[in-house]
């Protein structure tokens, strides 16, 4: 595919394995920050590091040898590396969806690294049957199931396999086929009962041989059975990583029931109890709680406190009588009260109607939550877990512990499986012996769970609360949105402007950005000016891409005017340059000696200061679900390749996170500089895999995409100057004719629409909480005689979220690690993602730069570290 940017400014030291650095030329240095290493390069896999070390022998023997040779024979090492070694996969317990993507990338990287890949069907169930049910793969096994729910090898749950008959009968079945290496995608009860086996392994096998069914030899070559689990489960209630896989999928399903409800709530004015699943964790409660702007909520971690029942349904009538037309309750099956008493929907269905007298209605939303599409963010996240299970079974050793790979921010780790199952297991007998508190520390989500069921919960104050709290605070705060609309950005809003006037703040709303700041588009808002915004796609107070520069005179004028001390800005990269040249003026205008802060909120993902941008995942599920219609459009059709064009400017974000989910054949981003070269390539390769039984391709351009029911290729807008859609389209069908045609689809301003994804209502609702905490303690630092004084570096912000801590960083410290030509970081996370893209397209591709999860362990010390969230 696409070669690998080399920066003209670094070389590799290959006696200490450091990177060294000189200035990068000018043609360079633009496009190369984002790969380059400080010191040293991250932790690569051993059998990478030895791949490396014996081409270096061969090099060094024949020094006449070139370094294509050299890269030549470091990617041959590595197809190499599990010749000879036999790894199988299998689902159990509850499905989940993202399992497909999970079997097909362990199943792509077994095969891409020469090990022999074998699918279990039916869960554990079929590995102890055997037969039919364990059979070998290959490349098109798994094609075409990335976006499909549930798991197509099947899952069972197993009573045979508690017994030791039954692992006796699974440890026959895996060594007659050589099979020494197992993944198992599976809840916590699955990977127990995965490392149980595992424990087991030689005594199984020592009995077998004295049984006959096998010899003392085989029994000797199959010594060691070496276990990773990736974790299937739609609760997110396992121990140790951020996610598992399906949960975000379950929200997304549980979202779509909301948001249909709530028009025929509002419709008859009804209250709506919705029951969702979570036994033991209330994770889909809570999360779908905060996305939707609920009024009340029950989970299991956090019982009500006595007297609930008045509590409740003062709460529901008040909201009602500030004109409020529904209420919405959402309930964990598992929800209990203090004393353990469980409290089910029906009983607060009948507690609302006898004691209010409302129209109430339940709705238990069930297997639902299984079922349907998986998210862009599992498919991403299955595949990244499922690459690393094979990189992690490769390395193990009879001396490493079973592990299971997780979740930490944006990196794929290495978790002791048994430390997380215990851990998971503590949370239970904490919650059955009322030790809530204990019980959401051990979640490890403490952040999350403890603020966030108030705010969920939160009604407006009463006004004698409120005039008490307005006797302590002189502040105001305006908030505005800058740039293109992204979905989210009312989220933020709405959980911004309630908190501040929950802390006694006179809050303003200004419409068209910086613009409306100057043209004096500025109004006070109340509690109830910002209901039901968080579920609303676009941008409510109105956006504009308009500088600071261009207005700044009017912009001072105003903020003197109205008495403006902080300033919250959501909106892409427009809102970070904007507060930049605001915070650069305030030398020149005591006005702007305010606090600043910026909420990143553009699909693009290009604002510096942050993993993650309000609006990317919306878009990039947006787009994914157009590429999955165009896809099955060209099913039963003749071989053909779509070329689809993505947004996201410079910045590649977009057009790689959709190819991965989608499961595109190609990728074109501005990061990566292409050839006619590598464009021919492609199409060759494309070609080839088009000639086997492949009817379909996708190729994405950053920009622009190239897509096809089989294969695909994403092309990103600002991808290459010469190299458009048009162009890629031309060649791909002059080059293709004979074996495929080839279409062009431009998904344009659709990726800006829709209503937002629950991970964007969620983060945005946060975001906004944490942005006001911060904006309130930096006033109350600065205030001065009478007034706001804030003209250090640390008061004018961007907040965001770095791997997985909460961080603000001064937008006059990001100006030097950012392009503004091409208006993106110097330094992007997701470049790494793209190796994974294209193992998974069948490239050949090296993995020299692939930086493997780190083994971490779980303790009740590491979740109860305080990491912003």
């Known amino acids: 595919m696409q070669r690998p940017h080399r920066p003209s400014g670094h070389r590799f030291d290959d006696r200490t394995h450091v990177h060294r650095q000189r200035p990068c030329s000018a043609r360079c240095s633009a496009r190369c920050s984002a790969l380059r290493r400080q010191v ?16 270096h022998r061969e090099l060094s023997s024949n020094p006449g040898r070139s370094s294509d040779t050299m890269a030549a024979l470091n990617l ?6 599990g010749a000879g070694r036999t790894l199988a996969v299998l689902t159990s317990g509850g499905d989940a969806q993202g399992m497909n993507a999970a079997v097909r990338a362990v199943t792509r990287m077994g095969i891409f690294v020469g090990a022999k890949v074998y699918l279990i069907y039916e869960g554990y169930q079929g590995l102890v049957d055997g037969g039919d049910n364990i059979r ?3 490349w098109q096994s798994v094609s075409n199931i990335i976006q499909l729910g549930g798991t197509v090898i099947g899952s069972a749950r197993c009573q045979a396999f508690a017994a030791r008959q039954g ?14 290496n197992l993944c198992v995608c599976g809840g916590d009860g699955s990977l127990t009962g995965a490392n149980i086996f595992r424990s087991e392994w030689s005594d199984l096998l020592a009995q077998l041989a004295q049984d006959g069914r096998i010899t003392d030899e085989v029994a000797r070559q199959n010594g060691h059975l070496n276990i990773v689990g990736v974790v299937g489960s739609i609760d997110n209630d396992f121990c140790g990583t951020d996610m598992t896989v399906g949960a975000d999928s379950a929200l997304h399903r ?11 709530a509002q419709s008859h004015q009804r209250t709506f109890v919705l029951e969702v699943m979570g036994r033991h964790c209330g994770y889909l409660a809570l999360v779908s709680a905060l996305a939707s702007g609920a009024d009340w909520l029950f989970i299991p971690e956090a019982p009500p406190e006595e007297g609930w029942e008045e509590h409740m349904c003062a709460r529901l009538g008040e909201s009602r009588s500030r004109g409020s037309r529904l209420n919405i309750v959402i309930i964990a099956e598992g929800a209990i009260d203090k004393k353990g008493k469980p409290i089910s929907s029906g009983y607060v269905k009948e507690l609302v109607s006898r004691r209010l007298g409302y129209d109430t209605r339940v709705t238990v939303l069930g297997h639902v939550q299984r079922g349907g599409t998986p998210s862009a963010f599992d498919r991403v996240l299955s595949s990244k877990m499922g690459v690393e299970a094979v990189l992690a079974l490769l390395e193990a050793t009879p001396d490493t512990p079973a592990c299971v790979i997780g979740l930490s921010g944006n990196q794929a780790t290495r978790l002791p499986l048994m430390e997380c199952v215990q851990m998971t297991k503590e949370v239970q007998r904490a919650m059955n012996e009322k030790r809530f508190e204990e019980a959401i520390q051990l979640r490890g989500n403490r952040n999350l769970y403890c603020p966030s069921v108030r705010f969920a919960s939160a009604a407006e104050p009463r006004m004698s609360d409120r ?4 006797l302590q605070s002189d502040f105001s705060m305006a908030v505005l949105n800058v740039g293109a609309p992204a979905a989210g950005m009312n989220a933020a809003v709405r959980s911004a402007v309630r908190v501040a006037l929950a802390q006694g703040h006179k809050v303003y709303a200004v419409s068209d950005g910086f613009e409306g700041l ?19 796609g676009g941008s409510l107070l109105g956006t504009k891409r308009t500088l600071p520069s261009t207005c700044m005179q009017s912009i001072v004028e105003n903020i003197s005017k109205y008495s ?16 930049l040249q605001l915070a650069e003026a305030r030398s020149h205008y005591d006005e702007l000696c305010m606090v600043m802060c910026v909420i990143p909120a553009t699909i693009s993902n290009n604002v510096p200061g942050t993993d993650f941008s309000l609006g990317a995942d919306t878009a990039v599920n947006a787009a994914m679900e157009s590429c999955d219609k165009i896809k099955q459009s060209a099913s039963g059709t003749k071989r053909r390749v779509f070329v689809v064009e993505t947004m996201g400017g410079y910045c590649g974000y977009l057009a790689t996170t959709t190819g991965i989910a989608v499961g595109a054949d190609a990728a074109y981003i501005f990061e990566e500089p292409f050839t006619i070269h590598d464009l021919k390539t492609n199409v060759e390769h494309l070609t080839e895999k088009m000639k086997m039984d492949i009817q379909r391709g996708l190729v994405l351009r950053s920009g622009a995409v190239i897509s096809s029911p089989a294969m695909r290729s994403l092309r990103n807008e600002k991808s290459h100057t010469h190299y458009t859609t048009e162009f890629i389209h031309s060649l791909y069908s002059a080059e293709g004719k004979g074996v495929f045609d080839c279409r062009v689809n431009v998904l344009g301003h659709l990726q800006q629409g829709g209503t937002p994804t629950p991970f964007d209502r969620n983060y945005g609702t946060k975001l906004g909480v944490k942005a006001v905490q911060w904006i309130s303690e930096k006033m109350n630092d600065t205030y001065r005689q009478g007034r706001v004084f804030a003209n250090s570096a640390d008061t004018a912000c961007v907040i965001g979220m770095t791997r997985k801590v909460l961080t603000f960083s001064p937008v006059t410290e990001l100006k030097a690690k950012t392009d503004f030509e091409h208006r993106m970081p110097k330094e992007q996370w997701w470049l790494n993602l793209r190796l994974m893209l294209k193992m998974l397209a069948k490239y050949q591709t090296s993995f020299e730069e692939y930086v493997t999860g780190e083994m971490e362990h779980v303790t009740r010390r590491s979740l109860s570290i305080e990491t912003g969230f």
Do not use: C
């Not at 041959?76 to 590396?81: F, P, V």
């Not at 692992?167 to 020494?180: E, K, S």
């Not at 100057?518 to 609303?536: L, N, P, R, Y």
């Open 40 to 55: 040293a390069p991250p932790r690569r896999s051993k059998s990478l590091l030895r791949a490396k070390a014996k081409a």
């Open 76 to 81: 041959e090492e590595l197809r190499m590396s």
């Open 136 to 138: 070998a793969a290959n």
């Open 167 to 180: 692992r006796l009968a699974a440890a026959f079945n895996l060594v007659r086929r050589g099979i020494t």
């Open 254 to 264: 549980i979202m779509e029931v909301i948001d249909a409800i709530t028009t025929t």
């Open 467 to 470: 005039r008490s709290t307005l």
């Open 518 to 536: 100057a043209a004096g588009a500025i109004k006070e808002v109340t509690w109830h000016d910002v209901a039901g915004w968080t579920g609303q």
């Open 564 to 579: 403006i001390q902080s300033l919250l800005v959501v909106g892409g990269f427009e809102a970070y340059e904007g507060v």
